[in-house]
């Protein structure tokens, strides 16, 4: 759950660490993530693929990752407005 949630809340401000690049190792899935999670200021930071239909990647929880992504729509990647601030 907390690959998912950290997602969500990356996707949520903005965050340049998600990107819909395919992986060229899942040109077939019709959505190819790469997740970037850094835990904090300076550490070292965990890189994951996702990907959805079919579902695979090495994210924890791609399953509910997937489910999640699809849930909240492709509007989760709509640019964040610069006056808004992140809830984060």
Request: proline residues 4%.
């Given at each position: 759950m907390l690959?998912?949630?950290?997602?969500?809340?990356?996707?949520?401000?903005?965050?340049?660490?998600?990107?819909?690049?395919?992986?060229?190792?899942?040109?077939?899935?019709?959505?190819?993530?790469?997740?970037?999670?850094?835990?904090?200021?300076?550490?070292?930071?965990?890189?994951?693929?996702?990907?959805?239909?079919p579902v695979g990647g090495t994210h924890p929880q791609a399953e509910e990752a997937c489910a999640a992504l699809a849930k909240a729509g492709a509007s989760i990647f709509d640019q964040v407005p610069a006056d808004q601030a992140c809830t984060m």
């Open positions: 690959g998912v949630v950290a997602f969500a809340a990356l996707s949520a401000c903005g965050s340049d660490g998600t990107s819909d690049a395919p992986d060229s190792s899942s040109s077939d899935a019709a959505t190819s993530l790469t997740v970037v999670v850094t835990p904090d200021e300076g550490a070292k930071a965990s890189t994951y693929q996702l990907t959805c239909d």
